[in-house]
């Protein structure tokens, strides 16, 4: 998918910035279609996969900054590169400006053409399918041009408290697409000077009287530094609403939460809902392995509703999907 709001984080902070994105392969590839990097002339962000794939894209990206424009590459990972994927991979390299980012505000899809051109019907149906049908297109390149869902967060993800694991949470959390962080604890300074993008800080005194205006929908991970705010943040959740909760804690915590939440009158089945401990303990208690046990959870969590969802919508004969009807971007050719 391409992600907007990287791209404009990295045009504000950086000025011109290439955007390379795998458009099609033939045979096996690094990475799949859609996967793209950021390259700026100090740094990048992102990565397409394949080592010297990876490092003469970065190269030939930094090189077009200048001059700006766009760019399609057919690399055969075998022979041109000396990789043992055995496949031949196509990259469209593209630099961005604070200009081309503006255009792009409220688009659903990114539509354009490598060099100016016509749209193919191909296309138009594509995005026809979209607005009429909610059917939003997967990342491919079409007779010529190539067509993107914008990225939107999927999963809203509030992580409560900023200590160790809180941070080790974030550090491993924020790269992954379709997450929506929001990161809560007491006081500023009790966070890292440093604050991944698409990550939002909220300081108050009493973190519990958030509760009330977090989305129903929202997924819960609670490490803070007090188990009596742990144990009021469960309380007002499990009165608010969550599509995941996860608690830190030992057996022994977990068993005294549960004893705590039955006297403030939740059924058995509600407190089951709250996942204690978290990650997987096999791994230790170290903050990163607690942070990597936890995210592979929750993505198996993501795996396991959408199976679910889908066989649900099977049954009732429903669509899977209802997409947006507006905000499709064609740029060029028209």
Same mark, same amino acid.
């Given at each position: 998918? $391409?992600?907007?709001?990287?791209?404009?984080?990295?045009?504000?902070?950086? &000025?011109?910035?290439? +955007?390379?994105?795998?458009?099609?392969?033939?045979?096996?590839?690094?990475?799949?279609?859609? !996967?793209?990097?950021?390259?700026?002339?100090?740094?990048?962000?992102?990565?397409?996969?394949? &080592?010297? %794939?990876?490092?003469?894209?970065? !190269?030939?990206?930094?090189?077009?900054? @200048?001059?700006?424009?766009?760019? *399609?590459? +057919?690399?055969?990972?075998?022979?041109? %590169?000396?990789?043992?994927?055995?496949?031949?991979?196509?990259?469209?390299?593209?630099?961005?400006?604070?200009?081309?980012?503006?255009?792009?505000? &409220?688009?659903?899809?990114?539509?354009?053409?490598?060099?100016?051109?016509?749209?193919?019907?191909?296309?138009?149906? *594509?995005?026809?399918?979209?607005?009429?049908? &909610?059917?939003?297109?997967?990342?491919? $390149?079409?007779?010529?041009?190539?067509?993107?869902?914008?990225?939107?967060?999927?999963?809203?993800?509030?992580?409560?408290?900023?200590?160790?694991?809180?941070?080790?949470?974030?550090?491993?959390?924020?790269? *992954?697409?379709?997450?929506? %962080?929001?990161?809560?604890?007491?006081?500023?300074?009790? $966070?890292?000077?440093?604050?991944?993008?698409?990550?939002?800080?909220?300081?108050?005194?009493?973190?519990?009287?958030?509760?009330?205006?977090?989305?129903?929908? !929202?997924?819960?991970?609670?490490?803070?530094?007090?188990?009596?705010?742990?144990?009021?943040?469960?309380?007002?959740?499990?009165?608010?609403?969550?599509?995941?909760?996860?608690?830190?804690?030992?057996?022994?915590?977990?068993?005294? $939460?549960?004893?705590? *939440? @039955?006297?403030?009158?939740?059924?058995?089945?509600?407190?089951?809902?709250?996942?204690?401990?978290?990650?997987?303990?096999?791994?230790?208690?170290?903050?990163?392995?607690?942070?990597?046990?936890?995210?592979?959870?929750?993505?198996?969590?993501?795996?396991?509703?959408?199976?679910?969802?889908?066989?649900?919508?099977?049954?009732?004969?429903?669509?899977?999907?209802?997409?947006?009807?507006?905000? %499709?971007?064609?740029?060029?050719?028209?």
């Amino acid at each position: 998918m $391409f992600d907007l709001v990287a791209l404009q984080v990295a045009v504000a902070c950086h &000025g011109r910035v290439a +955007r390379v994105v795998i458009a099609a392969h033939d045979g096996s590839s690094p990475r799949e279609v859609g !996967a793209a990097m950021l390259v700026w002339a100090g740094g990048a962000q992102g990565t397409i996969g394949g &080592g010297a %794939l990876e490092w003469q894209a970065m !190269a030939r990206a930094r090189a077009m900054l @200048a001059a700006g424009g766009a760019r *399609l590459d +057919r690399e055969p990972l075998g022979p041109a %590169l000396g990789q043992c994927c055995g496949g031949a991979v196509t990259l469209l390299t593209e630099v961005h400006d604070a200009r081309s980012v503006a255009a792009l505000e &409220g688009t659903q899809i990114v539509a354009r053409p490598v060099v100016p051109a016509a749209m193919p019907l191909a296309v138009t149906r *594509l995005l026809a399918q979209a607005r009429n049908a &909610g059917r939003m297109p997967v990342a491919q $390149f079409v007779q010529g041009w190539m067509v993107e869902p914008v990225a939107h967060p999927q999963r809203h993800l509030w992580i409560w408290g900023a200590g160790h694991v809180g941070r080790a949470l974030v550090a491993v959390l924020a790269p *992954l697409p379709g997450l929506a %962080l929001t990161w809560v604890d007491t006081a500023r300074e009790r $966070f890292p000077d440093d604050i991944p993008a698409g990550v939002t800080p909220i300081w108050a005194e009493a973190p519990q009287g958030l509760v009330p205006h977090v989305p129903k929908e !929202a997924e819960h991970l609670i490490v803070t530094y007090s188990h009596a705010l742990d144990l009021e943040l469960c309380h007002r959740l499990l009165g608010r609403g969550f599509g995941f909760l996860g608690l830190i804690g030992s057996a022994t915590k977990w068993a005294r $939460f549960r004893s705590r *939440l @039955a006297a403030l009158g939740h059924t058995a089945a509600q407190i089951s809902r709250i996942t204690c401990p978290i990650g997987d303990t096999g791994l230790g208690k170290h903050p990163q392995a607690i942070a990597i046990g936890v995210a592979v959870q929750l993505l198996n969590y993501k795996e396991k509703s959408e199976t679910e969802i889908t066989d649900d919508n099977r049954e009732r004969g429903s669509a899977a999907h209802r997409g947006p009807d507006k905000g %499709l971007s064609r740029r060029g050719g028209e």
